[in-house]
């Protein structure tokens, strides 16, 4: 089994930017789809980002899109989530996660392996 583990979270102003990062272990994760999530107090785990490992196609939650980007070097095991203009709404726990599949990245439920979270704080 792959483990995933964020980092590059902190308090940061309104509109100012973010480089979260999410380095894994194991045999599989040149071929994952890797998927970024976030959960705010009280709640549910939303998606962020995805991307697939096939074409490398990205997938973004229209909350964030224009806004973050993300990537994945494999040579380097390690995805990340390019936040700018950051909103106080941004304010969670953002979570990586990988998956062998590369259909409905959006859906908590396409994942196998998640990371223990890093805290991402906007103050307005």
């Known amino acids: 089994q792959i483990q995933l583990v964020e980092s590059g979270g902190g308090l940061v102003q309104a509109g100012g930017s973010l480089r979260l990062s999410c380095a894994a272990s194991?045999?599989?994760?040149?071929?994952?789809?890797m998927g970024w999530f976030r959960q705010a107090p009280g709640k549910e785990r939303e998606f962020v980002a995805a991307?697939?490992?096939?074409?490398?196609?990205?997938y973004y939650a229209n909350s964030v899109k224009g806004r973050f980007t993300i990537s994945r070097d494999a040579t380097k095991n390690t995805v990340y989530l390019q936040m700018n203009s950051l909103k106080p709404e941004d304010t969670a726990v953002y979570y990586c996660?990988?998956?062998?599949?590369?259909?409905?990245?959006?859906?908590?439920?396409?994942?196998?392996?998640w990371g223990q979270g890093t805290q991402v704080t906007v103050s307005s």
């Open positions: 996660a990988s998956t062998p599949r590369s259909w409905s990245l959006s859906a908590l439920s396409q994942y196998d392996y």
């Open positions: 194991g045999r599989t994760f040149s071929r994952n789809a």
């Open positions: 991307i697939s490992w096939a074409a490398g196609t990205t």
